[in-house]
């Protein structure tokens, strides 16, 4: 079963768990599914809709599959100091779902999503289905050298983000 909240109501909660411990994006295209840890991410009105917006770096999987399907879902945990969600938080934040089924590393129970392919997360079930309303590729050139630690010059993280846009189409807690 899943009840429908309104999101804002929930917006702290989320706020709470960045950067750390995190929560999930989850993307589907064809048979691919991926589930992704991220630690940035922001709740707002845009062009009169409700929007989360998702940052995530051109060089991951997720990226991949937001690009042949724009709609994700976000997954978040109720609590996140259970062992099994630190768990999960930490598999999907390191590995490729190129190379695994981190669903299945993870013991994660896909849940259909209402509005969207993308699936919700059992074990994270406070849940927002987006579509992308609007993407845009971060220059990093443009970015305060404030911020420069986030992109060094080499490595894994060296490659920019990508902000979705996703407008909120629905947002509940499974119970």
Not at 122 to 149: G, H, M, N, W
Request: charged share 25%.
């Amino acid at each position: 079963m899943k009840r429908e909240i309104n999101i804002f109501d929930h917006a702290k909660k989320i706020f709470d768990l960045f950067p750390s411990p995190g929560i999930l994006v989850t993307t589907k295209s064809e048979d691919q599914v991926d589930a992704m840890t991220i630690g940035w991410g922001s709740i707002g009105i845009e062009w009169g809709v409700q929007i989360f917006t998702a940052y995530i770096r051109d060089s991951r999987f997720t990226y991949e599959l937001l690009e042949k399907n724009p709609e994700f879902t976000v997954c978040v945990p109720l609590d996140a100091a259970d062992p099994k969600i630190k768990k999960a938080l930490a598999i999907c934040g390191s590995k490729s779902g190129r190379d695994v089924d981190k669903f299945e590393m993870a013991g994660l129970t896909r849940v259909d999503s209402d509005l969207v392919k993308s699936p919700a997360i059992q074990e994270f079930p406070l849940t927002i289905e987006c579509r992308v309303a609007y993407k845009k590729l971060q220059e990093v050139s443009e970015i305060d050298k404030t911020l420069a630690s986030f992109y060094p010059a080499t490595g894994n993280h060296s490659a920019p983000h990508v902000a979705y846009y996703g407008e909120i189409l629905k947002s509940y807690i499974i119970e």
